[in-house]
């Protein structure tokens, strides 16, 4: 049984940047696809980017496109989201994502073991 761990989250002004990490336990990182999701009060649960095969190949939401990175460290088995020029609407809980099940890297049905989430707020 995987557990997810995360930490980083917080308050940041527009244009400010975030790092969240999420650690693994009782999975080997590398082995598997690894992802990062985000739901804001009121709207579903949505797919932020992931890297689903061993080359490190990642995808990425249109909306966070060259201002999130994803990546992760094998030695420490954590992996992490870079957000820079962060947005009010960036404004979510961020959830780390583990084991793709499914077809669809940015369903959320996709994937079987999640983070408790960290909140992420951008305001001034």
């Known amino acids: 049984q995987a557990q997810l761990v995360e930490s980083g989250g917080g308050l940041v002004q527009p244009g400010g940047s975030l790092r969240l990490s999420c650690e693994v336990s009782?999975?080997?990182?590398?082995?598997?696809?690894i992802g990062w999701f985000r739901q804001a009060p009121g709207k579903e649960r949505e797919g932020v980017c992931s890297?689903?095969?061993?080359?490190?190949?990642?995808y990425y939401a249109e909306s966070v496109k060259g201002r999130f990175t994803i990546s992760r460290d094998n030695t420490k088995n954590t992996m992490y989201l870079q957000m820079n020029d962060l947005k009010p609407e960036d404004t979510a809980v961020y959830y780390c994502?583990?084991?793709?099940?499914?077809?669809?890297?940015?369903?959320?049905?996709?994937?079987?073991?999640w983070g408790q989430g960290t909140q992420v707020t951008v305001s001034s």
């Open positions: 994502t583990l084991f793709l099940t499914g077809s669809k890297w940015d369903d959320a049905k996709s994937w079987g073991y």
């Open positions: 009782g999975f080997t990182l590398e082995l598997y696809a």
């Open positions: 890297i689903t095969d061993s080359k490190g190949v990642a």
